[in-house]
């Protein structure tokens, strides 16, 4: 019913037995989230010990909801240290809530957004520290070559570039650029992309490579799919911004012939 209000008013109204529940303090912080209160969402989920069976994350994922809304909202307030803290715990898995982190999942793009945030708070040494991390963060570890497709591949590839390793960057950027393509795809992945992520990938890749053309099209193509998608959004209101500089330079230069 979207009556977020409502729900965080019910289970503030429980009895204490009730909020003892790890189920329902789950689904107050859930609550919580969704009424943008990350604060209390984080708060509460710090002082509540969770018992997690194998392949279950659901509190950790309220968490890093959590933390990913307070950096946000950091960030856009220029808070950018505290936006940076935010990043950086959103990589963690903290013992509460009962969950190691797996062999398979990469942490990239949070890495990368903490690099971004100490950049900007005038933390260069820290900031240099997790952008070492996401260059050298493994995608696919040798026990499981099956590897789940997300941003991270794209931020990976941002990190190699900003550490000096070009050539590994362009090497990763191509790979995603196949995507857009099946044959390409197909020749090249055991485990091909599929769904938003393949095209939202493919067009991050194809414009890291200056095919701004294609990318457009990609993303545009990933939207469709995935219409709130970040990284797509982003990287079109890029090409975007870049193509009308270029069309304003090209008439001011047009008004001075």
């Not at 809304?69 to 950091?74: D, E, M, N, P």
């Not at 062999?103 to 957004?113: D, I, K, P, T």
């Not at 941003?151 to 995603?176: C, M, P, S």
């Amino acid at each position: 019913m979207g009556a977020t209000d409502r729900r965080v008013k019910l289970f503030e109204g429980a009895p204490a037995a009730v909020l003892a529940q790890s189920a329902a303090v789950q689904s107050l912080a859930g609550a919580y989230i969704d009424a943008g209160r990350f604060s209390d969402a984080a708060a509460l989920l710090a002082k509540t010990t969770f018992t997690s069976g194998e392949g279950e994350d659901a509190a950790l994922g309220l968490y890093r909801r959590a933390h990913l809304g307070l950096a946000r909202k950091y960030r856009e307030a220029g808070d950018h240290a505290k936006a940076a803290a935010e990043f950086a715990a959103v990589t963690e898995f903290p013992r509460n809530f009962g969950v190691g982190r797996p062999a398979m999942q990469s942490q990239a793009q949070f890495y990368v957004a903490a690099a971004r945030e100490f950049d900007a708070a005038g933390q260069r040494d820290e900031a240099e520290r997790w952008w070492q991390r996401a260059a050298t963060e493994g995608l696919n570890p040798p026990s499981q070559p099956e590897e789940p497709w997300s941003e991270h591949y794209y931020f990976k590839a941002v990190a190699l570039e900003h550490v000096g390793r070009a050539a590994d960057a362009r090497k990763l950027y191509e790979r995603l650029a196949r995507l857009n393509e099946d044959e390409k795809m197909l020749d090249a992945e055991p485990w091909p992309a599929s769904g938003a992520i393949r095209f939202v990938l493919a067009g991050a890749g194809l414009k890291a490579l200056g095919r701004n053309d294609e990318a457009r099209i990609a993303l545009e193509r990933a939207l469709k799919l995935d219409p709130q998608n970040e990284l797509a959004l982003s990287q079109l209101a890029e090409l975007k911004r870049a193509s009308n500089s270029t069309v304003g330079a090209s008439l001011r230069g047009g008004a001075r012939n």
